[in-house]
């Protein structure tokens, strides 16, 4: 049944994980190290695209995990915020009045408190993955892909931070006391909950920082009639 399952799942997800394969980037490999050549217009719109599909594959991981490893009964208990994100603590606007009154500035800045707060949990999540019996090597080679990916996003972002507002890298300070921790042995089911909801947070997340990223190209686009 198991086996059945993964080979739907390979089936249905296939043309998405050739469309992530070919990840946009400034160069071949997906880098950003070379955008500071290219127009801040061009360089926007690879970073959206970078961040969309991150979104895209993190929202496929954590459904195809959902499908591998919660019990049904379950489902309702991770839609109850039974568990708390790793990155409610931080200074993000939430509400559509906050983010509409922020400044550019802050777009970005938000971009990156997330982008970064979100690099190790997602490493760490490599190594608990590759101690399940029974995961999928699809699920792992897409967190894989997005921790990876996550890391470019990083670097694109701070390019397009230095060329928009001319200033130097700008870097954020998170506790890194706060960063999901792996170290404790739960009971197993406890921590396949940890690490479900930890996909669960990183894909609303990232749909923060495509949302963040296309409001600012926007605001660029069109300054005079955004309400």
């Given at each position: 049944?198991?086996?059945?399952?993964?080979?739907?799942?390979?089936?249905?997800?296939?043309?998405?994980?050739?469309?992530?394969?070919?990840?946009?980037?400034?160069?071949?490999?997906?880098?950003?190290?070379?955008?500071?050549?290219?127009?801040?217009?061009?360089?926007?719109?690879?970073?959206i695209h970078h961040a969309e599909l991150i979104y895209r594959v993190s929202e496929?991981?954590?459904?195809?995990?959902?499908?591998?490893?919660?019990?049904?009964?379950?489902?309702?208990?991770?839609?109850?915020?039974?568990?708390?994100?790793?990155?409610?603590?931080?200074?993000?606007?939430?509400?559509?009045?906050?983010?509409?009154?922020?400044?550019?500035?802050?777009?970005?800045?938000?971009v990156l408190m997330l982008v970064q707060s979100w690099i190790?949990?997602?490493?760490?999540?490599?190594?608990?993955?590759?101690?399940?019996?029974?995961?999928?090597?699809?699920?792992?080679?897409?967190?894989?892909?997005?921790?990876?990916?996550?890391?470019?996003?990083?670097?694109?972002?701070?390019?397009?931070?230095?060329?928009?507002?001319?200033?130097?890298?700008?870097?954020?300070?998170?506790?890194?006391?706060?960063?999901?921790?792996?170290?404790?042995?739960?009971?197993?089911?406890?921590?396949?909950?940890?690490?479900?909801?930890?996909?669960?947070?990183?894909?609303?997340?990232?749909?923060?920082?495509?949302?963040?990223?296309?409001?600012?190209?926007?605001?660029?686009?069109?300054?005079?009639?955004?309400?």
């Amino acid at each position: 049944m198991a086996a059945f399952q993964q080979s739907v799942w390979a089936l249905v997800l296939w043309p998405s994980l050739l469309t992530a394969s070919t990840m946009l980037g400034c160069r071949d490999d997906g880098s950003f190290s070379r955008s500071t050549s290219i127009s801040q217009e061009k360089l926007l719109e690879r970073v959206i695209h970078h961040a969309e599909l991150i979104y895209r594959v993190s929202e496929e991981s954590c459904t195809l995990f959902e499908e591998m490893f919660i019990p049904f009964p379950m489902h309702l208990q991770t839609n109850q915020a039974a568990y708390t994100c790793i990155t409610k603590t931080l200074p993000i606007p939430s509400s559509r009045s906050e983010i509409q009154q922020i400044s550019d500035k802050w777009l970005l800045h938000s971009v990156l408190m997330l982008v970064q707060s979100w690099i190790e949990p997602l490493i760490n999540l490599q190594t608990t993955l590759d101690r399940y019996d029974n995961a999928p090597e699809m699920l792992i080679n897409k967190t894989k892909w997005v921790s990876e990916k996550l890391i470019s996003l990083e670097q694109g972002v701070m390019v397009l931070i230095k060329k928009m507002l001319e200033e130097g890298m700008l870097t954020t300070d998170y506790n890194d006391e706060d960063v999901f921790q792996h170290g404790a042995q739960p009971e197993m089911m406890d921590s396949v909950m940890r690490d479900y909801n930890l996909l669960s947070c990183f894909t609303k997340d990232a749909h923060k920082m495509e949302a963040f990223l296309k409001l600012l190209k926007y605001r660029q686009t069109d300054k005079y009639n955004c309400a």
